[in-house]
């Protein structure tokens, strides 16, 4: 019906899926209104599978759900490919979503409910009968598909809750946190499988999460939110190696703060001065740096534990020793009182055995300080 | 110890508290079936006695059944009672089913409880207070239209039963998913399409408890119609009303008896229809 047919145009190389551009969303009115979004800007590429990360409360699905259409922006528009969608309800918008509790029609079967969207599209019988049977092979589900949806697993009702989104090809699919309610080998299959999905269907998959893991794994880019704002967007890589802010160092990875002196800024990169009055090369964010002192992250498997105090980076007391299985984390204290953690991986062979009061020296692997907006 | 001087309010054997553990429960249990139910037994036994006693039962008969099928009055008044019961019961769930739609499928608003309370407000005004409001009411209508057939107690039945309809069905929409309709809305459907495939078919076990209930509530109805009705508009329980003023026959337990029936039967096609559709 109409609805396909106004999205039919060309789509080149690395266009925008979606493009926010200073959305807000605010709930109630006068003193006790909140603002969910906070003039949020945002672009989406086509294609891509791109995570919406942070703490509940942050206003991740808050954007999903304007993304939709399930909400309207108190402020701000939202583009599909170029188009203001921002007031459309969200039947007239060619994106679909995968609840948290999957929404599956409980008085369906498995395929009534891959073919609803298609025929609420008004399709051809013939075209629905194919498609869901594509579906169903897509999500390995064929032999399930004259079930009641309240007569299969939880990871099988997440595979048909896909299904049924993307039966319908939309220009993007919202992804709303929904592996959580899985267990954890599942969520791991699921994790891979959402990935093959996109790869092979090509849909912009939009998806919202709070685990830091999921998200550094499955995603193309990533964008960190917290108190309806994004802090940063960028690659797992660039987000985890370096974050621009403290929030976002502390939320994803295990991170130590400490506090550094600038003594030169040039572009990218600056040299400081560590608390025990190393000279270190860092990395910097994007915004004005100025000398003087900073906060810095280290994460601590950037960090090695050596006898050799003289020549290291810092040196600190052994405090505690935790043993995780692949890895060990040793907390220290260094001579100013802020706590220090190293993490090394364990193995058979040279382990070092050291025990709590040693007094050991922190060496730093080079390119591993990064300097952090305030 | 300092525990053992503890007042305990958990039985010593830790096991928590059950009711039916508890010393009379079965003996108590018992009664309140026996209750419930003993005095539908003479009444059911003596609807087949042959002679003309409540007292005496002189043999197993259909005699009165017979009576009472023949009678015209009887006819007139059970006629009278469905075409009610039948249209009440379709205008109360219709309007039952709009009102519970409109407490629980919107978002919350100032003033719902109260709406809540107003919609169940025949359960909780006396049910002769209505009646009287009613007559009242109905008899200025009479007088300046010079109407006097069925409408009103058609009108009447229909409020009084709005909420044994309404009360079901919200239920039923109470335990249903709000993304459901989200999902369909995400799925193409516009808001009528919304509700004709997924809201309305999941809420159809509601409504179709409701009517039953409603049907059941106005097939049984004494004090409201015996107020609203014009003369000569006998329903099945006025009519035994009536007969008990004059002399009892076991007609009016045969009559009883067929009611009792059509509940028992309703009442049954209900709870299979609900546990299937489940």
Request: net charge neutral; aromatic share 8%.
């Amino acid at each position: 019906m109409g609805v396909e047919g106004c999205w039919i145009m060309a789509v080149r190389e690395e266009a925008t899926a979606i493009d926010g551009h200073n959305v807000s969303k605010i709930f109630g009115t006068g003193a006790n209104s909140v603002a969910a979004l906070d003039d949020v800007s945002v672009s989406i590429r086509q294609n891509e599978f791109f995570t919406l990360l942070g703490p509940s409360g942050c206003g991740k699905t808050t954007l999903l759900r304007l993304i939709a259409g399930f909400d309207t922006p108190t402020a701000g528009t939202i583009l599909l490919e170029g188009n203001d969608i921002s007031l459309l309800p969200p039947y007239s918008r060619p994106v679909n979503t995968v609840f948290q509790s999957y929404a599956l029609f409980p008085h369906m079967t498995v395929a009534g409910n891959i073919a609803f969207g298609l025929e609420m599209l008004g399709k051809p019988k013939p075209e629905i009968d194919d498609t869901v049977e594509r579906m169903l092979q897509l999500v390995q589900m064929e032999h399930l598909k004259s079930r009641r949806t309240s007569e299969i697993s939880g990871g099988q009702q997440q595979r048909v809750a896909l299904a049924r989104a993307l039966a319908p090809h939309p220009r993007v699919l919202l992804l709303d946190e929904p592996l959580s309610a899985l267990d954890y080998k599942l969520r791991k299959e699921m994790q891979i499988e959402l990935k093959r999905l996109q790869n092979e269907t090509g849909i912009t998959f939009v998806f919202v999460t709070h685990d830091q893991e999921e998200a550094l794994t499955m995603s193309d880019r990533i964008a960190v939110m917290e108190h309806g704002k994004i802090l940063q967007v960028g690659s797992p890589r660039e987000i985890y190696d370096h974050p621009a802010e403290r929030f976002v160092a502390d939320f994803i990875g295990d991170s130590n703060f400490l506090t550094a002196d600038l003594t030169s800024v040039s572009g990218s990169s600056a040299q400081l001065k560590l608390p025990s009055g190393k000279a270190m090369t860092a990395s910097l964010p994007d915004g004005a740096f100025s000398k003087g002192p900073a906060t810095i992250v280290i994460r601590p498997e950037h960090a090695r534990l050596t006898r050799k105090k003289s020549g290291a980076a810092m040196s600190g007391t052994l405090e505690n020793i935790v043993y995780i299985g692949t890895d060990t984390q040793y907390h220290l204290k260094l001579p100013e009182g802020t706590a220090f953690v190293v993490r090394s991986q364990n193995r058979r062979d040279a382990q070092e055995d050291y025990t709590i009061g040693d007094e050991l020296g922190i060496e730093i692997s080079a390119n591993a300080v990064q300097v952090l907006r305030d | 110890m300092a525990e053992a001087n503890l007042p305990t309010s958990r039985p010593p054997s830790g096991r928590p508290f059950s009711i039916r553990s508890q010393p009379g429960f079965a003996t108590l249990a018992i009664l309140c079936f026996v209750l419930l139910y003993a005095p539908l037994l003479p009444l059911v036994v003596y609807s087949f006695n042959a002679g003309d006693s409540l007292a005496y039962f002189e043999g197993l008969s259909w005699r009165w059944y017979v009576s009472a099928w023949d009678n015209k009055l009887v006819q007139d008044a059970a006629i009278r009672s469905l075409i009610l019961a039948a249209s009440a019961s379709l205008f109360a769930t219709i309007l039952a089913t709009m009102a519970a739609l409109g407490t629980t499928r919107t978002r919350s608003y100032r003033g719902q409880t109260l709406i809540y309370a107003l919609i169940n407000q025949p359960l909780m005004v006396p049910e002769i207070v209505t009646a009287v409001a009613l007559l009242i009411m109905f008899a200025a209508i009479k007088a300046a239209t010079n109407y006097h057939g069925l409408a009103y107690l058609i009108i009447a039945h229909t409020a009084f039963c709005i909420p044994f309809a309404y009360l079901p069905i919200r239920a039923r929409l109470e335990g249903m998913d709000l993304s459901l309709e989200t999902a369909a809305a995400d799925l193409y459907a516009t808001p009528w399409q919304a509700f004709r495939r997924v809201t309305l078919p999941l809420m159809w076990p509601g409504i179709l408890a409701g009517a039953m209930l409603a049907f059941v509530i106005s097939l049984d109805d004494v004090v409201i119609t015996e107020f609203v009705k014009s003369s000569g508009q006998d329903t099945l329980p006025t009519y035994m009303l009536g007969q008990l003023r004059r002399v009892i026959t076991p007609e009016v337990n045969a009559i009883s008896s067929v009611l009792l029936a059509i509940s028992v039967v309703v009442v049954t096609i209900f709870f299979f229809l609900n546990r299937k559709m489940r």
